[in-house]
């Protein structure tokens, strides 16, 4: 079975620095999904990044940016020049064959002014 | 382009009655997902369905059901409420069944058993 493990509950970073958020995963499939899904308080969990397990080419998207590293099933996601609305829930998850993802249990981010 | 609505955004209700909750995905999208999602377990998997079918089901016992009718709009039913079942259910959306496009959610439905 897939697990997905973010060791970091919460974190916080100053607005415009970088921060870098871990996720470790374990599966036994080839091909599979990772994402980063950001949890406002809103509660409506948005699609940050996506990386195909295939693809050696770390995936971007503007200020996020993500780390796979796929023999140390480890993809961290790097969020640059933050801003106060990235205030989140961060969730990274894995996507197989099926549509049923798993998602890590979350790290809380905090951007301080 | 309208996202994935879910009614209601929140609901109370006692224990031992049942509840319905409802989710309308992206236009096109065919695949409906449901997580209830709790601060205690994290977010899980209930089940998708895809073209009116159930296509995958996660462990939840068999109060939790749902449906996807032919506009692909999908409800979640759970009978004989529980404390336990207090949560955030959230509804989300994607154009295939496969696990590579990622979902589009909704804001969810907070459900309140007392």
């Known amino acids: 079975a897939q697990t997905v493990t973010q060791s970091q509950p919460e974190m916080s970073v100053q607005e415009a620095e970088t921060v870098t958020l871990s996720c470790t995963y374990d599966?036994?499939?080839?091909?599979?999904?990772l994402f980063w899904y950001k949890q406002p308080p809103s509660r409506q969990m948005i699609l940050v990044i996506r990386?195909?397990?295939?693809?050696?080419q770390n995936a971007t998207e503007n200020r996020f940016s993500v780390n796979f590293q796929k023999a140390a099933k480890s993809f961290s996601l790097k969020i640059s020049d933050s801003q106060l609305g990235d205030t989140a829930m961060y969730f990274c998850?894995?996507?197989?064959?099926?549509?049923?993802?798993?998602f890590g249990t979350g790290t809380l981010l905090a951007v301080q002014p | 382009k309208a996202g994935v609505t879910q009614t209601p955004r929140y609901l109370i209700k006692t224990r031992g009655q049942q509840v319905t909750l409802s989710c309308s995905p992206i236009s096109g999208h065919r695949s409906v997902s449901w997580y209830q999602q709790t601060p205690g377990q994290g977010l899980q998997f209930l089940f998708e369905?895809?073209?009116?079918?159930?296509?995958n089901k996660g462990n939840f016992p068999g109060r939790f059901s749902g449906r996807q009718f032919s506009n692909s709009r999908s409800e979640m039913n759970v009978s004989t409420l529980e404390l336990g079942d207090s949560a955030l259910y959230l509804c989300a959306s994607s154009p295939v069944s496969t696990g590579g496009y990622g979902y589009t959610f909704g804001s969810g439905t907070r459900l309140t058993v007392v």
């Open positions: 599966t036994s499939e080839n091909n599979y999904y």
């Open positions: 369905y895809f073209s009116e079918t159930q296509r």
């Open positions: 990386q195909e397990a295939y693809k050696q």
């Open positions: 998850a894995f996507g197989g064959a099926t549509n049923k993802l798993i």
